[in-house]
């Protein structure tokens, strides 16, 4: 099975999406599809021997719409040249729409039109002949659909101006016939009123999805379009897109990195926050990793390419966004089943008001009026954007603080999380030991200096923190001689002609060497000790720990701030977690815990229906990672707990998770609030456009209900796209503490 992302051209309405959905579902080998109103796209899965992209593309087709190209360059051609034939159409309709209204309702205010009735009549039709060129689309997506019995918005509206059409025509017809009272009946302005005000509805609506689809172009250009790359000794820039792995290129002070890469020559520091949200460069050197689109400082790098185009970081953030963005909330389900049912129900109840007041007394015009107004103020476009657009700028906004959501269910299962697990090593702490006191009697740094040399060839991760710290310092490391390690107790060597060892106190003792009273007093907490001793004598101790992230007690208090119950869980000893979980706030932990302990405590966790985050790093938590309701992984963790995961840290830092969780709480607040508006919209006006107005006495809002419908409708549209746009602005508190954006 492959899950593939088609962007779709001519989407208009939420009922468009059922009938996609429904289209490419029949193709045989298709698992399963989501069509996205929001922005245009479908997410199919299916098996590649069965459906083909042909096949898929004729469905598509078959339906009245067309599959977009997967080149991006040609798909943002193709988009903004569609978005410019409706920008143009839009000003046709108002360019006509507006000399119709004045002509049609002019007399009403005693405007003098200097025409007789039947010429009067006839400009009104050649005004509004423009007007129905400029909502060709309408006709062309909506009466098809109404012919396959799957109307959508576009049916409504076809339906209305056609019949306001209509019957403009039959009383131009009665003028001709010598009946000119008619002429005060005519219903070409409502055509243009109606075709005008929903087209500025749906071209605000076309530029609001133009716009949330160029943050994803907008990301992937970031990319240069050149690089220098060392071949045959030689300097030579070539396109970003022309580098095969294993080619060294160069960067320079100040320019974005073209992919993804090893260092390895040189030093610098590197502006990763279009990646990872955090402002502070980050200092690369010989081994470390750099990622393309990243700004290099003020240092030149070599590095070796290690992925190019599609596989690197960037790219696979970009394709977990369009997925994200192309995938349903469960929360969508409720208007999708609304919208699958509504546009048929609106034509039967505007049929049943046409019968009901024909029924009442009233003649063919007053009733097709009523008809015509519920037809149009029922369109169910504010719905179908509801929950789509809001998915879209949440992710995109998650995005931007560093916090990627694989898929729209993970972004509506963030808003419900009640209890969050962290593992603690990579995730509370930095998951690298770190030397973090020196307690000596001589000189520190000829005692550091000792002890890196003995630990210069080990492959210890407590050696390597030592060396490390060395070099940081500054200390000069001598050589040394006769290296010989003991598992699990320590070494030792020679370093300047004398004999050292360096290890916990039993090794030492074992080979004669006396411990002095309070030598462990520095071993506390959640540090371990490294003691050293020159020619058989004690000369010091070295503490280190893996040192608790910076962040973590400000992630924990902000995750307590919200409600949400945090357990530590984690495979080291006890003393050390207690240590750890009492320095960030955290007082339940469970300690000693093997992978599978770690997945029974998620489990044990949901059966008390409790909605369980589990937030971790490494292999061993990929099996919680799964289990759990939703799975954070730590943006430095290993691949498979990347895979695991629902949600990926991109900045490791631990204010990310209640982050997420607030942004998840923030999108589908908003979402039910464009629901609210959405349904309010049609429960208010509807039974207005039926004729509610008339039983209430006001009979002279009749024959302007129409175009009041269309406005009302434009609007409702116009009230869902700003209230998610809101969302583009909002910073979780969780980040704020510091400033951080």
Same mark, same amino acid.
Request: aromatic share 4%.
């Given at each position: 099975?492959?899950?593939?992302v ?17 289209a490419?579902?029949?193709?045989p080998?298709?698992?399963s599809?989501?069509?996205n ?6 997410t199919?899965t299916?098996?590649?021997t ?5 096949l ?12 977009i ?5 040609e ?35 005693g405007l +003098? ?10 400009l009104?039709i050649?005004l509004c ?10 006709? #062309?997506?909506?009466?098809?659909a ?5 109307p ?5 509206v076809?339906?209305?101006t056609i ?14 016939g010598?009946d ?7 219903s070409? +302005?409502?055509?243009g009123?109606?075709?005008?005000l929903?087209s ?12 949330t689809?160029d *943050?994803?172009?907008?990301l992937l ?16 820039r070539i396109? *970003? *897109?022309?580098?095969?792995?294993g080619?060294i290129?160069?960067?320079?002070p100040?320019e ?7 260092v ?6 590197v502006d ?5 949200g955090?402002s ?5 050197r010989v ?6 689109? &990243?700004?290099?400082g003020?240092g030149?790098i #070599?590095a070796?390419?290690?992925?190019t185009?599609?596989?690197?970081v ?7 966004m ?8 469960p ?6 089943? /609304?919208? *699958?049912v ?7 109840i505007?049929?049943?008001c046409?019968? =009901?007041?024909?029924?009442a ?20 476009c ?8 809001a ?12 916090i990627?959501?694989?898929?729209a ?23 690298s ?21 003995a ?24 050589g040394?001689g006769?290296?010989s ?7 030792s060597?020679? /370093? ?12 030492l ?25 020159m020619?058989?004598?004690?000369i010091?101790?070295?503490t280190i720990?893996?040192p608790? #992230?910076?962040?973590s =007690?400000d992630? /924990? ?18 003393s &050390?977690a207690?240590a750890?979980?009492?320095e960030v706030?955290?007082s ?6 093997k992978p599978?302990?770690k997945l029974?405590?998620v ?11 589990? &937030?971790g790093?490494g ?5 919680a990672l799964?289990?759990?309701?939703? @799975?954070?992984?730590?943006?430095? @963790?290993?691949d498979?707990a990347?895979e695991?995961a629902d949600?990926?840290m991109?900045?490791d830092d ?5 982050a997420?969780?607030?942004i998840?709480?923030? &999108? ?5 609030e464009?629901?609210f ?9 509807i ?9 209430l ?11 009041l ?5 434009s ?5 869902v ?7 583009r602005?909002y910073?979780?508190p ?6 951080r954006?």
């Open positions: 099975m492959r899950t593939r088609f962007r779709i051209g001519g989407m208009s309405c939420a009922a468009c999406s059922g009938r996609i959905e429904k490419i579902g029949n193709v080998g298709v698992e599809v989501n069509a109103f929001g922005n245009n796209t479908a199919v299916y098996d590649g069965a459906a083909s992209e042909e898929i593309r004729r469905a598509v087709e078959s339906a009245g719409y067309t599959l190209s997967d080149d991006r360059d798909a943002e051609r193709q988009e903004k040249a569609a978005l410019k034939v409706q920008g143009r159409d839009l000003a046709i309709a108002i360019a006509f729409t507006i000399p119709l209204s004045i002509v049609a309702m002019g007399p009403m205010f +003098d039109i200097p025409l007789d009735p039947l010429p009067y009549c006839i009104q050649l002949i423009p007007i129905m060129y400029a909502g060709r689309r309408f006709y #062309r997506k909506g009466l098809p109404l012919l396959t019995r799957s959508t918005m576009d049916s409504l076809a339906l209305g019949a306001s059409l209509i019957l403009g025509i039959y009383n131009t017809a009665l003028v001709a010598g000119m009272h008619a002429m005060h009946s005519l070409f +302005d409502s055509v009123m109606i075709i005008a929903v500025v509805g749906k071209y605000i609506e076309a530029r609001s999805k133009s716009s689809n *943050s994803l172009r907008r250009s970031m990319v240069p379009d050149e690089a220098t790359v060392i071949r045959d000794g030689a300097e030579v396109p *970003s *897109s022309e580098m095969v792995v080619d290129v160069l960067i320079r100040g974005r990195i073209p992919t993804d890469g090893t390895v020559e040189g030093e610098s520091s990763e926050s279009m990646l990872t955090e502070i460069p980050v200092t690369k081994g470390d990793l750099i990622y393309g689109a &990243t700004v290099n003020s030149s #070599r070796q390419v290690g992925k185009g599609e596989d690197t960037l790219f696979q953030i970009a394709r977990m369009e997925m994200a963005q192309g995938t349903k909330a929360v969508a389900n409720i208007a999708d089943r /609304v919208a *699958s509504f546009v048929p129900a609106v034509i039967l505007a049929v049943a046409f019968i =009901a007041w024909f029924l007394g009233r003649d063919v015009q007053f009733c097709l009026t009523i008809a015509i107004s519920v037809l149009v103020i029922s369109c169910p504010a719905l179908g954007l509801a929950t789509p657009l998915i879209v700028v949440g992710t995109g906004n998650g995005s931007r603080h560093g990627l959501f694989k898929t269910s993970s972004l509506e299962a963030a808003a419900r999380i009640d209890t969050v697990i962290l593992d603690k090593t990579g995730t509370v702490t930095k998951g030991p770190e030397v973090d006191g020196i307690h000596t009697e001589m000189d520190v740094d000829r005692f550091i200096g000792i002890v890196a040399a630990e210069s060839d080990s492959e210890h991760p407590l050696g390597e923190a030592v060396v490390r710290y060395a070099r940081s310092r500054g200390v000069d490391i001598p040394h006769e290296f390690p003991s598992v699990g107790g320590g070494i060597c020679t /370093v300047d002609g004398a004999m050292v060892m360096v290890g916990n106190r039993a090794f003792e074992e080979n004669g060497v006396g411990i002095p009273d309070g030598a462990e007093s520095h071993i506390t907490g959640g540090r371990t000790g490294m003691m050293a001793s020619n058989g004598h004690y010091g101790t070295i720990s893996d608790v #992230r910076p962040e =007690a992630a /924990v208090a902000s995750l307590k701030d919200d409600g949400v119950r945090v357990i530590m869980v984690t495979g080291d000893r006890r &050390t207690d750890i979980a009492g706030g955290i339940e932990v469970h300690a000693e815990t599978s302990g029974e405590i489990k044990k966790l949901q059966i008390g229906q409790a909605r369980v985050a589990m &937030t790093d292999i061993n938590d990929a099996p799964t289990q759990s309701d939703m @799975g954070i992984a730590v943006g430095s @963790g290993t498979i990347i695991s949600v990926i991109m900045n631990l204010r990310s998770v209640p997420a969780l607030e998840g709480r923030a &999108t589908l607040h908003n979402i039910k464009n629901l508006f959405a349904f309010c919209y049609n429960a208010v006006c039974p207005i456009a039926a004729g509610l107005p008339v039983i006495g006001y009979e002279g809002m009749v024959f302007q209900m129409p175009m419908s269309a406005a009302a409708m609007l409702s549209s116009i009230s796209v700003t209230n998610a746009i809101r969302m602005g910073d979780p969780a980040l704020r503490k510091d400033g954006r």
